[in-house]
């Protein structure tokens, strides 16, 4: 298996563009997370799927943010318009929910977001 | 909301020292992960706790959680410069998984 697929690797655009960020999860995975992690804030998650449907959207910073799970293997998250802050890296990561506990996660190598 | 809260946010150590990092939820947990990411990397899943009190390791690194099983622990033995990253906790309860702030650890040869 490749693991978690993320692209483009590093994305540097405009503020005020749109960016979307893709991923690929892990085949058999049934919950997809985005997370977003800078210095100053840390890992911090953005979303959550089981089954691609949105469980937790709670971290989505707001209304410029969104994401979407359109099946088991593909997801995007849009960011617009795109503002300098949104600057970071954004990792996808997926997992098997087993029950109500979540088994490891695996991240993708990440997307780093540069908006000038 | 739960919380989880890690300390040191860092650490600087000699080489063959050792380190400790801790790890504390605001709820009782039904798991506990860690996990550590290189500089430049991503993060990878290292183990998972389940049990309160229990006790696991992986060569050098010791790995608890607390008998309340809100509280748990990474101690590394003779640190290496390949033990140099960010190591997080990450607080499992009902579908939730709430990672730590981290600590990032360097290790000077």
């Known amino acids: 298996d490749a693991g978690v697929i993320q692209s483009p690797r590093h994305e540097v655009t405009e503020m005020g563009q749109e960016v979307t960020l893709r991923c690929k999860p892990i085949s058999g995975h049934n919950s997809l997370f985005w997370y977003r992690q800078t210095m100053m804030r840390g890992l911090e998650l953005l979303i959550y799927f089981n089954n691609n449907v949105p469980i937790d959207d709670s971290g989505m910073p707001e209304d410029r943010f969104s994401a979407k799970m359109p099946n088991a293997s593909f997801s995007t998250l849009k960011i617009q318009p795109s503002e300098p802050r949104d600057s970071a890296v954004y990792f996808c990561?997926?997992?098997?929910?087993?029950?109500?506990?979540?088994?490891?996660?695996?991240f993708g190598p990440g997307t780093r977001l540069t908006v000038l | 909301g739960q919380q989880v809260m890690q300390i040191p946010q860092y650490q600087h150590v000699q080489e063959g020292e050792d380190f400790t990092t801790y790890c504390n939820s605001s709820t009782t947990l039904s798991n506990i992960q860690w996990y550590k990411q290189r500089p430049g990397g991503h993060p990878v899943f290292l183990i998972q706790l389940v049990k309160s009190g229990e006790v696991k390791k992986q060569k050098r690194l010791t790995f608890q959680f607390g008998e309340a099983k809100k509280n748990s622990s990474l101690h590394i033995t003779a640190t290496q410069t390949t033990d140099v990253g960010t190591y997080f906790c990450?607080?499992?309860?009902?579908?939730?998984?709430?990672f730590g702030k981290g600590t990032m650890l360097l290790v000077s040869p």
């Open positions: 990450a607080g499992n309860r009902y579908s939730t998984l709430t």
């Open positions: 990561a997926s997992s098997l929910l087993a029950g109500v506990s979540h088994n490891e996660q695996f």
